[in-house]
Structure formats: C-alpha cells, structure tokens
C-alpha cells in the first residue's frame, strides 16, 4: 500500500529518486504531483520562479506516464521560452507575446512526456531570454533561494529558483550564452549545456541563433541530467543536422573513469577586454576543484586557450544583434502589432534597432568567426580532455545590480530613434553593448559559438552562504565524459546536501 509523501520527504529526492519511489509502489504518481502542487503553491509566491501553472491539464495528463518511463510522473516546469505548449500561452518573458499560443507540441516537450515528466507550470525568463539575470518587466522576477536578496541569475532564473528551492527535482531550460550554466552556478544546481544540435528545437524551429542555443535542464544530480539527455537527444522530424539518437548517458556513469588531461585557465583572454575582476572566492573554488581532480587522480595543469575575448564578444553579440531584429519581426508578424508599437523593454526596443542596421557582411563574417574558434578549441583538446575556467566572474549579484539603469534605459530610448542607431554602430555602440553585457559573464558564450559541450558543477559555497559553479568543457560530443567527471566529483564532494532545499522562504 502506498505511504503518504510529506514535503519534506519529497524535497529529499531527485527525480530519479521519486521516479524509484513511484516505480515501486511506495508512493502513488498523485501523492508526488499534491506533494510538488504544495511546494509551489507555498513558496512561490515569494519566490517567483513559475509565472504559469497547469495543475488541472497536469492532472489529465498523469494517466499517460506508465511505470516503465524513465521518470514515471517525476513533476517538471518547462522554461516560458522555446518549450511549447499546444494551445497554451508561450510568452518568451515579454508582454508583447502574452496572449500567443503555439498550435503544437515542442519536440523536446513530447520527449519529456514521454520520458514521463508531468509538466506542473512555466518558469520565468528574461524578456526574449536576452539577459543573464531574469529581471522581465512583464512578470514577477525570480529570487535566489540561497539569500532572497540575491538573482538567480538567467535566462533560466525561474528553472534555477524551482530546483534550488526545492518545487521541482528539475526544470526544463536553455543555453545560448550561459544561460544554464549561469543560474546554474548561482544557485548550486547542477546545469549541463550538450552539444550543438544535440537536442531538437522543431518543429517551431530548426536552429536558434544559428545553432548557439541548445535546451536541456537544470537538476540537482548529475544523474538526473544523464537521464534526461538520454530520453530528449537526437534530431527530430525535419532537424536541419544529422545528429542520430545516442543513449548511454545515464549508463556511462558506472563505468570507471580513466585519468583525463585536465588544463585549468582563469579565463584571462576572455575577461581582460572587459574589466572582468574575478571575486577571490570564484578563484578559490577554481584552483579547489582543480586539486581535487588531481587527487582523483586526473593529470592537472594550468593551460590558457590562445583566444581573443574581444573577438569573441563581437562575434556573439552581432548575432545576438541580427536576431533579436528579425525575432521582433516574427513578433509583429505573429501579433498583428507593428514592430515599433511592441510592448518591449527600453533595452529590448534599442538593441533590435541596432540591429537592424547591422551589416549582412559583418553578420556572415560574425558567424565565420565561429570556425575560427572551434578549430582553436579543436586543437586544445587534443592536449586537453576537459577545460576547467569559471562561470561568472562573482557569486550570485543582488537583484536589479546588472538591469540597465533608468539613465540606460533613457539612453537606450534614444538609440532607438530613427538615424541614431546607425550612427551608434558606426560610433562603436557594438564594443560598448560587450562591455556591459559581458563584465560580469565573459567565459561562458566561447561553448555556445564553438557548439562544445559544457557543464556547471555546484563545488563551492562561499563563508556568506552563496554556491559558485565551476564550468567544465570537452570536446564537441563528448558529454558523456563529462558526465562522468560530475559523476566522480559529485560522489567525492557530495554537492547535494548543501542545496537550500530544507529551508526555503515562505510567503509572508
């Protein structure tokens, strides 16, 4: 007969734990779905990481998750941004997309279905999920559990703030700049980016950003992320790359894992151009996981990567730019709204105007760029199996610390007059947007641009009480070793009772 799942019980599993539980008749799939429906309810109203539930339709949907699915009514939230819902808002964190609503089923959402997640909600983005915070002037803005004070970062601060705080196991969400690794390393998660095109984007989509952005999740175990990849990777109906279904991700984490050529770089060449300050306690836990891979018995040294960061910004950000201008014209399309009446943010509005002045041949030369960088990575991992760098260059930022400022915002209003935004181009407007977008996060868009596969791994807490990530990179298909190697630390470390999962905020 089954037992009662009280939320602290259900808090104290992973999704592959509830998935056993459920499996072996311990507890029913409904107990687990009441027992998640509680966490969210209690606590995101102060937290704010879902903007939408579905707990009726979830309910429905139950039925269709069978014991024999890998995570057989494992509760879930997919990310307002990309995972569509047929019939059900998809608002990409943006007012002027509040009442759209896709006609099917993301790929990656039929997956997840079919793996047996049941899909409670959606969880907050930035506005068109352009930010690595997640501060939308549409909905509410997402707390870090680990101090309320604090971001969980973006563009999947909802996800992070879910898992962290204990509503979800794991939480859909995507990369095309950090954007799981970020959040990830704010809030003590676990967040693996896979390979360019590992995971499908259709049917809505063929590739995003030019194959920058790929979708996974964040979770508190490396197994959960292991298992889920297995369920979700390989090219759907239509994908425009040949990237046949691969399992043994979840497998590969029992097998023993050989010693790896691990270089450590501080990433220097990537923030430099910047001003990027690394805080001491991001150096620190940098230089602990590197001694703790070298007592695991992996050959460790420091190796910087011959790359030029200012390069590397300019080649993300004139993509970043041209797409943003035509995702405005696929709003205004959709909508019936003219691009210049969209309900955008000030800083949304300013950046699409840039780029629609932007040159065709500096966008085509942006996107070359991007070979450039992965034959250079191409090479280092010859030497190299893994690349341990940081994530962002300081833990967690206090809320609204890297929203543009109402002076920004004004000038941003201006930049999108018409004739200014192209005087803004030719004036260096694109180094100026660098500097301020990247200060904070410059080592994280290199994967993104060379489709490496990449990882955040939750290996240190701060004296005040704040997780710093370290990122991990390998070679273009190699997640399975790394998956192994978060397998290994994570054993060896034991990240998961540090997680804020016994002690979330409650409202009021």
């Known amino acids: 007969m089954a037992l009662t799942m009280d939320d602290e019980e259900y808090r104290r599993h992973?999704?592959?734990?509830?998935?056993?539980?459920?499996?072996?008749?311990?507890?029913?799939?409904?107990?687990?779905?009441e027992a998640a429906c509680r966490q969210i309810d209690t606590y995101n109203p102060a937290l704010g990481a879902v903007v939408r539930t579905r707990y009726p339709r979830t309910r429905s949907e139950m039925a269709a998750a069978t014991t024999d699915a890998t995570f057989c009514g494992v509760p879930f939230l997919t990310k307002d941004l990309l995972m569509a819902l047929a019939g059900e808002p998809l608002s990409f964190g943006s007012a002027a997309l509040e009442d759209w609503r896709p006609e099917c089923d993301s790929s990656l959402v039929q997956r997840c279905r079919q793996a047996g997640l049941v899909i409670l909600g959606q969880t907050?983005?930035?506005?068109?999920?352009?930010?690595?915070?997640?501060?939308?002037?549409?909905?509410?803005?997402p707390r870090n559990p680990w101090d309320t004070s604090r971001s969980p970062g973006g563009s999947s601060g909802g996800a992070a703030t879910a898992v962290a705080s204990g509503m979800v196991?794991?939480?859909?969400?995507?990369d095309g700049g950090g954007s799981i690794r970020i959040p990830a390393s704010h809030c003590g998660l676990f967040g693996l980016k896979p390979s360019r095109a590992r995971v499908p984007l259709g049917p809505l989509h063929a590739e995003v950003w030019e194959g920058a952005v790929v979708e996974h999740a964040l979770t508190r175990s490396v197994r959960d992320s292991a298992a889920l990849l297995d369920a979700i990777n390989g090219m759907d109906e239509g994908g425009p790359l040949p990237i046949r279904h691969e399992g043994g991700y979840l497998a590969a984490l029992e097998r023993p894992l050989p010693a790896l050529r691990i270089g450590v770089s501080l990433g220097e060449s990537l923030g430099s151009p910047f001003g990027t300050q690394l805080d001491d306690e991001v150096s620190t836990a940098l230089e602990r996981t590197a001694r703790h891979c070298e007592s695991l018995g992996h050959h460790v040294e420091w190796a910087e990567?011959?790359?030029?960061?200012r390069a590397i910004a300019e080649s993300y950000l004139s993509l970043y730019l041209g797409h943003l201008a035509a995702d405005l014209a696929w709003i205004a399309k959709e909508t019936g709204v003219p691009v210049s009446r969209l309900a955008i943010e000030p800083s949304t509005r300013a950046i699409g105007r840039l780029g629609r002045h932007l040159k065709a041949s500096d966008y085509v030369l942006a996107k070359r760029y991007w070979?450039?960088?992965?034959?250079?990575?191409?090479?280092?991992?010859?030497?190299?199996?893994?690349?341990?760098?940081?994530?962002?260059?300081?833990?967690?930022?206090?809320?609204?610390?890297l929203y543009p400022s109402s002076s920004d915002e004004r000038l941003m209003s201006l930049l999108a007059l018409p004739g200014l935004s192209r005087l803004a181009l030719k004036l260096g407007a694109l180094g100026q947007l660098a500097r301020d977008a990247l200060r904070e996060t410059p080592f994280t868009q290199l994967a993104n641009l060379t489709g490496q596969p990449a990882m955040s791994m939750p290996v240190h807490v701060t004296p005040d009480g704040l997780p710093v990530g370290v990122q991990a990179l390998g070679a273009v298909g190699d997640e399975k070793q790394l998956l192994q190697l978060a397998a290994q630390i994570e054993a060896d470390v034991g990240w998961q009772r540090y997680l804020p999962v016994s002690k979330p905020v409650r409202s009021g």
């Open 169 to 174: 196991p794991l939480a859909g969400a995507g």
């Open 14 to 33: 992973d999704g592959l734990g509830l998935a056993d539980l459920i499996r072996h008749g311990e507890v029913s799939r409904e107990e687990v779905f």
């Open 305 to 309: 990567p011959v790359l030029d960061g």
């Open 371 to 401: 070979n450039t960088l992965g034959r250079t990575m191409g090479a280092f991992h010859r030497q190299y199996d893994v690349l341990l760098m940081p994530v962002t260059a300081s833990p967690a930022p206090l809320r609204g610390a």
């Open 124 to 141: 907050a983005t930035p506005e068109l999920g352009l930010m690595g915070i997640t501060e939308p002037k549409a909905f509410p803005h």
